[in-house]
Every structure is written in structure tokens, then in C-alpha cells.
């Protein structure tokens, strides 16, 4: 540490160690809208109940209690993101978690303000 107008700093090779590590700017926004997409509370359940279970539109309304539309409109956005995936079974889509990832992000977040 150095301490330069009146502020302690590190050194310049720590700066420069830090600024080649940092994601390029395309890849920061992409992350801050993924998390924009966990801004939404509905989300947050819809994404809940698919880390307990693969289910439809029609279970995951009638487990939070809103209307499918409503459902199908938050699955198209979690979608667009990439946090579910679905398989279709006969006329009946399912959906769940698209990965394993999702299920990290969920349960740590979780995790945390649970602290």
C-alpha cells in the first residue's frame, strides 16, 4: 500500500494485475442484466419452485396463486435468460432449472439472507 493524496492505494502492478482480469465491457452488462432478471420477486419464485421441481405453467400458477398468464410471461423473460429450459410431454411443457449453475446462484442467494 502507498499512500498518494492522502489516500492509501496499491501499487501500480497490483492495478495493472486487476484491470487485465476484469471481463470485458459486453460481458458486465450481460451480467448485470442477468441479475436484473433476479430483481423480480415473481421470478425468484417461479425459480424457487423449479429448484424443487419440474413442473407447468398451470402447477407453478396455482402454487404462487397468480394466473398463467402472468406465469407464462415471467417464464418468456427467464427464458431469454437462459435460467429454465423446458421439454414438452405430449400437449403438457414442462419446465425446470436450465442448469446447474441457476441452482448455485438460487441457493446461495438463499443462503445468504438467511445469514
Known sequence: MEKENGYMTVDDDTVNSIEEKMPIESELYELADLFKVFGDSTRIKILYVLYENEMCVFDIAKILNMTQSAISHQLRVLKQNRL??????????????????VFTILSQGIEHVEE
Open 84 to 101: 429454465v429450459k423446458y421439454r414438452k410431454e405430449g400437449k403438457t411443457v414442462l419446465y425446470t432449472l436450465a442448469d446447474e449453475h
